[in-house]
């Protein structure tokens, strides 16, 4: 499979993981529903985002940074966004970003080369 399509499925299925966090959160318990989707889409976005880098660049410890850092970014946009919750935000998102990067770098097959 390659590095960018494990990047979307994978960074979909954690992102939803992701959004199950605020479960744990009781003040937004009544707003799960569209925080599991906005996990999601962000899992997405850092998923391809993931993909590609790790297409290009095949290094382990490049993949886990790159994973950390957009992770880590794309969950502090949120947070942002929220005005508060930076650490049950960031934290849960950052983690989903180092898992990818990992995954994306370990398991993903490199493309073919061109044929001529």
């Known amino acids: 499979m390659s590095k960018p399509l494990i990047g979307i499925i ?22 799960i529903g569209g925080i599991v989707v906005g996990s999601t889409i962000k899992g997405l976005i850092a998923g391809i985002a993931i993909g590609f880098f790790a ?9 886990l940074l790159f994973g950390l850092l957009i992770g880590a ?14 650490f049950q935000i960031i934290l849960p998102g950052s983690l989903v970003g180092l898992i990818v990067g990992f995954a994306t770098q370990k398991y993903g097959s490199a493309p073919a080369p061109a044929r001529t």
Do not use: C, E
């Open 10 to 31: 994978l960074g979909a299925i954690l992102g939803a993981f992701d959004g199950l966090t605020a479960w744990f959160t009781p003040a937004v318990r009544d707003q």
């Open 73 to 86: 970014l794309l969950a502090f946009l949120v947070a942002l966004m929220q005005h508060g919750y930076y």
């Open 55 to 63: 297409r290009k660049f095949n290094s382990l410890p490049l993949g």
